[in-house]
């Protein structure tokens, strides 16, 4: 089957449109796709370019064919499969490229169009924030402007963006009904391949000397607090994650922990409600401030205090809890818990096993050890750094006694197995410390660079009580975060003081909107939905009852969008009745409009005619042509009304229809 001719001038702006819709539509997926098929995409982009400017330059249908299947091989080496979310977009970012440069009939365009629509969706799949928004609204623009230039290349571009634009503004009330009103499954989207969550980043349930430093790095956000009132003071700020009680020697592990409804403690002290939206990590673990009275909806108590969700956590989710920071726990703890809390491998860290032996020689309570152990500790001049040397076999004893610098983990562990050796039980547990407060919004904002680890010591009558031997060499740490507790350059940070709040600001400002976002758009989830129709009147909403809805709904937008078309169509009615109305004026005066007479060149033979009124004529002339020809949609009323009183306006004097000679035809 042979192919169309070269692309037509006529046909640039639609391919123009493409280009630039195609150009949109992969930037965004960049920096998830492999950095080989990424340079490819944007090879394909500037042949299409250079295509359209060189009319000739045509790429061999047997080129297209080896790019085509070189990919699928590459797509093959790098995913190890091609079923699953991330070799289905790459591919389908390759299929548009190679689609691009072989455009030659209009039938091409609609395929690249339907491809850039599915890729625009696919992008949801990896970022669902305000921008991603932004770019899949802009992408649809342009695929609108796409389409409307295949249908009318010689429409300028502004008025293909207005009419794209007006558009988009009759189906906002569609889109509006589908947002409330489509039924929302729980969870996320169903049928999702297994990779789709691979990229989740978070708190690990093991920690190895390390393990937490390199997560600070990262400035992302762990999740959101809004308090009900003041927030507690930093210093108890600690929101619980995996406890880790097997130690081997380099790794720390959980034990099994069975989980109930209740918690094992008996709250004390004042309360901190708040509602906390987590952002999605992929595991099961919900960190909620120490100690909570309940467990929210789809989460349960696990033995060793910590809330656990029914399954891993795959997208947002908001949790109203209540936190009682001075709750005792675990006076009645088990003795089988006790032994594996005093459990450590066999011939690892032998100097810190010494040390640990001769500060508990003479001591009478665990009180009075634990006391020795912070001194001692406080003694041996250890330094908190986010960059700590790697550690080998007998890391505590290298960390104690060698390299003396440390991140909070290696705090956490040298304090643990120093009392374990003491005879005290304790354990390490995990999680996020401090937050830093949010001016705009006054939410609590915690990322993943406030990971932190602390440890827990059992003490008779007394139960687990918390300790965090990081505040033996960063007190700050604690008190102000982490950037607070690390060191700074001052001549450089006064510097760069203006423009570090300034950026500062803007961050906030940014983070603020994006939470709102979250919230009121994203977090539109079933319950939401659910709650929103309660309050309407609907006692248990089902899918019945919003497939009656969104019908109805729907029938009356496109009822309402029907009635605004048949009123705009009527204003074109009634500009042509008006112009007509000129014809027949003219006509009774002897000059009739011929069928193939267009409206400017019957009124210049009319103003040939008729001197005197001349004037009017061509105004009346290039006014109706200009409310017909030049302008997107239907004339307003308000531009009729003109031309009605300006058909109004011609008179025709008597001078002129005594002495006016027919013109000829």
């Not at 944007?42 to 080129?63: E, N, S």
């Not at 977090?523 to 019945?544: A, H, S, T």
């Not at 027949?584 to 002897?590: N, P, Q, S, T, V």
């Amino acid at each position: 089957m042979a192919h169309p001719g070269p692309i037509s001038a006529s046909r640039q702006p639609c391919q123009l449109w493409l280009l630039a819709m195609s150009a949109l539509t992969l930037a965004p997926h960049a920096p998830f796709l492999p950095a080989w098929l990424g340079m490819l995409c944007a090879g394909l982009i500037i042949v299409r370019a250079a295509q359209l400017r060189f009319d000739r330059l045509r790429v061999p249908q047997l080129v297209v064919i080896l790019i085509a299947l070189a990919t699928a091989v590459g797509v093959k080496l790098d995913f190890g499969h091609f079923f699953g979310k991330d070799p289905g977009i790459a591919l389908l970012a390759v299929l548009l490229g190679l689609k691009l440069i072989e455009v030659r009939a209009s039938r091409d365009v609609y395929v690249a169009v339907l491809l850039c629509l599915f890729l625009l969706l696919g992008l949801f799949f990896e970022d669902q924030s305000i921008l991603a928004g932004v770019l899949a609204l802009a992408g649809f623009v342009l695929a609108l402007c796409t389409l409307l230039s295949q249908q009318d290349a010689a429409a300028p571009a502004g008025a293909q963006l207005k009419a794209a634009a007006s558009l988009l503004f009759q189906a906002t009330p569609l889109f509006v009904v589908l947002f409330f009103l489509f039924p929302r499954v729980p969870g996320p989207l169903w049928g999702l391949p297994s990779d789709a969550f691979s990229s989740m980043t978070g708190l690990s349930d093991t920690m190895r000397p390390g393990s937490i430093s390199q997560l600070s790095l990262s400035e992302a956000i762990a999740f959101r607090v809004e308090f009900d009132g003041a927030p507690p003071p930093p210093a108890q700020r600690y929101w619980r994650g995996p406890v880790l009680t097997r130690f081997d020697g380099q790794v720390w592990h959980p034990v099994f922990s069975p989980v109930t409804d209740t918690p094992q403690y008996s709250v004390t002290g004042s309360g901190f409600g708040y509602r906390l939206t987590m952002e999605a990590h992929n595991r099961r673990w919900l960190f909620a401030l120490e100690f909570p009275d309940r467990a929210p909806t789809g989460a349960r108590f696990s033995r060793d205090n910590r809330l656990l969700l029914q399954s891993p956590l795959h997208q947002r989710a908001r949790f109203e809890l209540r936190s009682y920071p001075a709750t005792a726990t675990g006076q009645d703890e088990d003795q089988h818990r006790l032994t594996e809390a005093l459990r450590l491998p066999a011939n690892s860290n032998p100097r810190s096993l010494e040390l640990a032996r001769r500060i508990a020689d003479d001591a009478t309570h665990p009180k009075e050890i634990l006391d020795r152990v912070l001194a001692e500790m406080k003694t041996l001049d250890l330094t908190y750094t986010l960059e700590p040397p790697l550690l080998g076999t007998h890391s505590v004893d290298e960390f104690l006694f060698d390299t003396r610098l440390g991140f909070c983990e290696h705090f956490a562990a040298a304090f643990v197995v120093l009392m374990r050796a003491a005879e005290v039980p304790a354990r390490v547990v995990t999680g996020y410390q401090g937050g830093e407060i949010n001016p705009v919004d006054g939410s609590l904002v915690v990322r993943q660079s406030d990971a932190h680890a602390w440890a827990e010591v059992w003490l008779p009558q007394r139960g687990w009580v918390r300790v965090d031997p990081t505040a033996l060499a960063a007190p700050q740490r604690i008190e102000s975060g982490l950037t607070a507790a690390l060191p700074r350059d001052g001549d450089l940070r006064g510097l760069m003081r203006p423009a570090a709040d300034l950026l500062l600001s803007i961050r906030y400002h940014w983070e603020a909107l994006t939470n709102a976002w979250n919230q009121s758009v994203l977090g539109y989830n079933d319950e939401v939905q659910r709650d929103l129709f309660k309050e309407l009147g609907f006692r248990e909403p089902d899918w019945r009852l919003l497939s009656t809805l969104l019908g109805a709904s729907a029938a009356t937008v496109l009822l309402a969008l029907f009635a605004w078309s048949l009123r705009r169509h009527r204003r074109g009615e009634h500009l042509d009745r008006l112009w007509q109305i000129f014809c027949r004026r003219l006509a009774h005066k002897g000059l009739a409009r011929m069928a193939w007479e267009g409206p400017i060149d019957y009124a210049e033979r009319a103003a040939a005619a008729f001197p005197r009124e001349a004037r009017t004529i061509r105004m009346i002339a290039h006014h109706y042509a200009r409310l017909r020809y030049a302008t997107t949609g239907k004339p307003d009323q308000g531009a009729l009304r003109q031309f009605s009183v300006l058909i109004r306006s011609l008179r025709f004097s008597k001078k002129t229809d005594d002495d006016r000679k027919p013109a000829k035809s």
